[in-house]
């Protein structure tokens, strides 16, 4: 290697262990489920929680699992603003604080979403292969969410 390329690339060694240290503050929950979680504001069956929990939490939740990579940058910035707007859009742990009217509406959202397969993100998915919703599971998540609806009438 001459000495130039030789120079760039520790240049590149030394950014990316600079970029390391640029750590943000972590969606973690220890655990806690929160009075405003969707499961204490409805009857969520065991095993929609467990696809909700294992496919949708990491990014719509106070609580995010997080992976070995999460704490590697440039992903750790990726993941984490996926983390901040899907919070934004829908967030399972503060359920409880939406209106009637948005927990409908955020309730027919996630049934198109999952119908038409937009989520869980497919980006996420590449790493997650356990998040992936079968046919079934789609099924399972669609009843319990009509069977709401028919609640509520
Ligand atoms: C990797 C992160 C990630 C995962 C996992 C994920 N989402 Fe999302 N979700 C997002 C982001 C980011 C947005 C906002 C931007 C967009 O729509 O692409 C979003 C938007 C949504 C919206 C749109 C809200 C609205 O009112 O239009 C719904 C509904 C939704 N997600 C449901 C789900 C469900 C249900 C799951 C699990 C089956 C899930 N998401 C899994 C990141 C994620």
């Given at each position: ?26 969606n973690i929950d220890y655990g806690q489920v929160p009075?405003?979680d ?19 939490y990491?990014?719509?939740s106070n609580g995010t ?28 742990s ?60």
């Open positions: 290697m001459s000495r130039s390329i030789k120079n760039i690339f520790f240049g590149f060694v030394i950014i990316f262990l600079i970029v390391q240290m640029i750590q943000p503050v972590r009075s405003s969707i499961s204490k504001v409805y009857q969520v069956p065991g095993n929609v929680q467990s696809i909700l929990r294992t496919s949708c990491d990014c719509h699992n997080y992976p070995v990579y999460a704490y590697i940058q440039p992903l750790s910035f990726f993941l984490e603003n996926h983390i901040k707007e899907g919070k934004k859009e829908l967030n399972f503060e359920w409880g604080l939406y209106s009637q009217r948005k927990q409908t509406h955020k309730l027919e959202a996630i049934e198109n979403q999952i119908k038409q397969r937009k989520m869980p993100l497919s980006s996420y998915l590449y790493l997650h292969h356990d998040a992936k919703l079968s046919d079934d599971k789609i099924k399972e998540v669609v009843d319990w969410i009509e069977s709401i609806h028919t609640e509520d009438k």
